[in-house]
């Protein structure tokens, strides 16, 4: 970071593949929450303080609700996924997406993506896609990653799912759900258990 150490993941690299999975698996770090000041590799490690909740979350959060709600504001639910929009540079929604307009499949769909890109690597993409009911089309399936066992810096590149061992990603309809912990259910005898448990 800063220019003071160029990051590789191929075998003989400067964080080349160990078996312990000490490594970073997709070949993306994340350096927003970082402090350009600190350098681990002199014992300067720091505390960084990251807010719970965001701005954006809320706003992005708001559109969500005013696209859902049985009576639909869409005016409301574009000024506000328009707000975190013109943040970041990029054109308002439906300069971008003319056809957006009136449409409220459309909508949702492009506030979930405005969430992905913007929350990513924050922890809310697992739970969003359990709570839109869509984890069975994206979770399951082999686990990419980048070519960590390549010799050389282009070919690490190539996308494998020979690395990582642990076998294919499975989500279950009863994955929706949390198990409800037994000593609770012995508690409160109205209560039953959630689905598939």
Same mark, same amino acid.
């Given at each position: 970071?800063?220019?003071? @150490?160029?990051?590789?993941?191929?075998?003989?690299?400067? &964080?080349?593949?160990?078996?312990?999975? =000490? +490594?970073?698996?997709?070949?993306?770090?994340?350096?927003?929450?970082?402090?350009?000041?600190?350098?681990?590799?002199?014992? &300067?490690?720091?505390?960084?303080?990251? %807010?719970?909740?965001? #701005?954006?979350?809320?706003?992005? =959060?708001? /559109?969500?609700? +005013?696209?859902? @709600?049985?009576?639909?504001?869409?005016?409301? /639910?574009?000024?506000?996924?328009?707000?975190?929009?013109?943040?970041?540079?990029?054109?308002?929604?439906?300069?971008? $997406?003319?056809?957006? @307009?009136? *449409?409220?499949? #459309?909508?949702?769909?492009?506030?979930? @993506?405005?969430?992905?890109?913007? #929350?990513?690597?924050?922890?809310?993409?697992? $739970?969003?896609?359990?709570?839109?009911?869509?984890?069975?089309?994206?979770? %399951?399936?082999?686990?990419?990653?980048?070519?960590?066992?390549?010799?050389? $810096?282009?070919?690490?590149?190539?996308?494998?799912?020979?690395?990582?061992?642990?076998?294919?990603?499975?989500?279950? %309809?009863?994955?929706?759900?949390?198990?409800?912990?037994?000593?609770? #259910? &012995?508690?409160?005898?109205?209560?039953?258990? *959630?689905?598939?448990?």
């Amino acid at each position: 970071y800063k220019g003071i @150490k160029q990051v590789t993941f191929f075998t003989g690299g400067s &964080s080349s593949y160990l078996e312990s999975g =000490d +490594c970073v698996k997709v070949g993306y770090m994340w350096r927003r929450p970082l402090d350009p000041a600190l350098n681990t590799e002199s014992g &300067s490690w720091g505390t960084v303080f990251w %807010p719970y909740f965001r #701005l954006a979350e809320i706003y992005l =959060d708001y /559109a969500e609700a +005013c696209n859902e @709600k049985p009576e639909r504001n869409e005016t409301e /639910a574009l000024k506000y996924i328009n707000l975190v929009r013109e943040r970041s540079g990029l054109n308002a929604l439906e300069t971008a $997406y003319p056809e957006v @307009k009136g *449409n409220k499949d #459309l909508l949702r769909m492009l506030i979930q @993506k405005e969430r992905m890109v913007e #929350l990513a690597f924050e922890g809310h993409r697992y $739970y969003d896609a359990r709570r839109w009911m869509i984890a069975q089309q994206e979770f %399951p399936g082999p686990e990419y990653s980048l070519n960590l066992l390549a010799t050389s $810096y282009e070919d690490s590149w190539s996308r494998t799912s020979n690395v990582w061992k642990g076998g294919p990603r499975v989500f279950e %309809p009863k994955h929706y759900f949390f198990p409800i912990n037994q000593e609770q #259910l &012995s508690e409160m005898k109205n209560i039953t258990q *959630n689905y598939g448990w």
